[in-house]
């Protein structure tokens, strides 16, 4: 169960790292520096996380996933404006 918990956490850390770089790649002109810079600034900090807890390489495809949606979803967040 301590290794469930282990998982879901990186996976998690891995959506939550990837939303707020997607909402910003969603924002910066496609194949741009800032739009490469977005969709790997979150893989270090997700690499180091899997290495540090000892979380086997054959979890990588589901962190792979969890980010790939937390860039998908960043990237249609929308805030409305308040002043129109």
Not at 27 to 38: C, E, Q, T, Y
Not at 41 to 60: E, G, K, T
């Amino acid at each position: 169960m301590e290794k469930f918990a282990l998982i879901t956490g990186l996976f998690n850390l891995a959506f939550l790292l990837n939303l707020p770089a997607g909402y910003m790649r969603g924002r910066a002109r496609k194949f741009s520096p800032r739009w490469f810079l977005f969709i790997h600034l979150p893989i270090p900090f997700i690499i180091a996380a899997r290495i540090i807890s000892h979380v086997d390489i054959r979890y990588i495809p589901l962190f792979i996933f969890s980010s790939v949606l937390g860039q998908l979803l960043g990237s249609r967040i929308t805030f409305s404006d308040p002043e129109r």
